[in-house]
């Protein structure tokens, strides 16, 4: 088995050779390549452990990130000054090796993306509700990961490796490995999740949840008694887990 990384800002990981999108990965992403075959390969990500294909040009070999983006986008510029023409915009969470620190500017393979917008590999973040906060207004899309595009599940797992805490990809996996489920009742506090057939929910606080969905097409605030009638009268069920981290 050989080591790759990802070489593209945002890339989707399919359940087969152009079939469908399952997940996406982002740029700086390891990951184990399983098998190459006519232009594609098969491979194990490092982050979740998902499997899935993607196009042999997507990848590339594998080297050690120095930094990872923390706020919500960011651009590679041409130069270490934010009017040069910007080469390639790159989201939360991908990671970079700095290969010089020019001002403001640090430098990568890419371009020069502003200092503020990244972190040391290291370093972690303390409020996985916070980091979520962050994809308001994004939009809604089946089995994205990035500020261009997001899921219900996506959302969640951006929350939480940001924070270092392990998370697989999909809602019901999350809904099986996260956290300790509480009894009929229990009163919900920011950081739980809410979990439905097919559907997640950060509670935010004060009857109001933090969720991406396909009802308003976005990372959006939503009082949680009103999703909960919501969700329940469009046909998709009750509440199957509520989930304490």
């Known amino acids: 088995m050989t080591r790759a990384r990802v070489i593209r800002p945002v890339v989707d990981l399919l359940r087969s050779p152009d079939g469908p999108r399952d997940r996406q990965l ?21 982050k979740d452990g998902y499997p899935g294909w993607v196009a042999s040009d997507q990848l590339g070999p594998e080297a050690s990130a120095t930094h990872w983006i923390t706020a919500p986008a960011t651009h590679a510029y041409a130069k270490p000054d934010m009017k040069s023409p910007d080469r390639v915009s790159l989201s939360f969470g991908s990671r970079v090796q700095i290969l010089s620190e020019q001002g403001r500017f640090l430098e990568t393979e890419l371009g020069f993306i502003p200092a503020i917008h990244a972190k040391l590999t290291e370093t972690r973040l303390t409020d996985p509700v916070t980091v979520a906060e962050l ?16 899921d219900c599940s996506g959302l969640v797992q951006a929350g939480l490796l940001a924070c270092g ?15 300790s489920a509480l009894p009929a009742g229990t009163e919900p506090k920011r950081g739980d ?53």
Request: hydrophobic share 40%; proline share 5%.
């Open 26 to 46: 982002l740029f700086g992403d390891t990951v184990d390549v399983v098998e190459k075959t006519d232009g594609w390969i098969r491979l194990v990500a490092d």
């Open 135 to 150: 994809f308001l207004g994004t939009p809604y899309l089946w089995g994205g990961n990035s500020r261009l595009g997001i």
């Open 165 to 179: 805490i392990p998370c697989p990809g999909d809602s019901g996996d999350q809904e099986r490995e996260l956290g």
């Open 193 to 245: 999740l809410l979990f439905w057939k097919g559907h997640v929910a950060w509670v935010y606080g004060d009857n109001m949840l933090l969720h991406a969905n396909a009802y308003h097409m976005d990372v959006t605030f939503e009082p949680m008694d009103q999703a909960i009638t919501r969700i329940l009268e469009q046909g998709d069920g009750p509440v199957t887990a509520h989930k304490r981290l």
